[in-house]
């Protein structure tokens, strides 16, 4: 049915959550960290490279904060609604980093790419640095996708955020567009929503809900995130997948004004949407 929504467990009145780019830096910075820092932990922790590195950024007058050239590195800093400017460039203060990614095809979601460029190497090199407990400094995807798949990423350095977002005893929805060889017929969207068995896994696996767009795409949400998942669903009703593109996770919805490659921060908004799907 073209147009029509056919779910097999539950139907989700996903809404596109709107994005102020006026207040993408205010509203982003949601922090329960102390009020004041020392200015060279703040450089540090948001990346800006070693404890020394950031001191010679300091000792070069690199360093501006309200305006003004600091030079203390032990200068007690507020952090709420800190920008603070390094090398010429502005830079928001964030506890955690929480990121929309638009990810282009042609990019592998690997700190250690083998066949393709990592899409971390897209992100300011701040993010890419950022101190963490793992063994990875720097933000981290939530999920991966494949290099020839394009679409929302969720990256953060926060890794209970990430280990809750991964995990799936938490069966965080996720939507794809998949463009289809063949015409997807009625059989094949019921087959799809009842379950099909994958050739390596005895137990079915079944979308939540199959939007019929056109003849050859569809909209498929699924609550898992096998390897090849709906390339090898759509391959065992008998057809094949020619383009894929995944747009939504939970309530969240990619910011349509973000082009292939660029990313943005999270607002509190949209991160209660990414965790709690709009039902």
């Known amino acids: 049915r073209v147009g029509g929504v056919i779910s097999a467990h539950l139907r989700f009145g996903f809404k596109i959550h709107g994005y102020d780019d006026s207040t993408s830096v205010r509203s982003a910075r949601f922090s329960t960290c102390a009020t004041t820092m020392k200015l060279q932990q703040i450089l540090y922790s948001q990346g800006f490279g070693t404890r020394r590195q950031c001191m010679v950024h300091i000792a070069h007058g690199n360093v501006v904060v309200a305006g003004e050239t600091q030079r203390d590195p032990d200068a007690d800093i507020a952090v709420d609604g800190l ?28 700190h250690r790419p083998k066949h393709w460029p990592a899409i971390y190497e897209l992100l300011p090199m701040p993010l890419r640095l950022r101190p963490s407990k793992s063994a990875v400094d720097g933000v981290q995807a939530i999920g991966r996708l494949d290099q020839d798949t394009t679409g929302l990423l969720v990256l953060s350095d926060d890794g209970q955020f990430i280990h809750r977002m991964a995990s ?3 069966h965080v929805p996720k939507v ?8 997807v017929d009625d059989a094949q969207v019921r087959a799809l929503l009842t379950g099909v068995v994958l050739n390596d896994d ?5 979308a939540a809900a199959c939007e019929v767009i056109s003849d050859t795409h569809i909209a498929l949400t699924l609550m898992e995130g096998k390897y090849h998942q709906v390339k090898r669903m759509l391959a065992a009703v008998g057809n094949r997948v020619e383009a894929l593109h995944r747009s939504q996770m939970g309530g969240l919805v990619l910011d349509a004004n973000l082009k292939a490659g660029e990313w943005r921060w ?11 799907p709009i039902l």
């Open 266 to 276: 999270l607002t509190a908004d949209d991160l209660a949407l990414v965790k709690t």
């Open 176 to 183: 794809y567009q998949v463009t289809t060889r063949h015409a």
């Open 83 to 110: 920008v603070v400017t390094v090398n010429g460039e502005d830079w928001p203060f964030h506890e955690r980093a929480y990121l929309m990614f638009n990810k282009p095809a042609g990019y592998e979601c690997s």
């Open 202 to 206: 005895p137990e079915q696996v079944a």
């Open 168 to 170: 799936p005893k938490h």
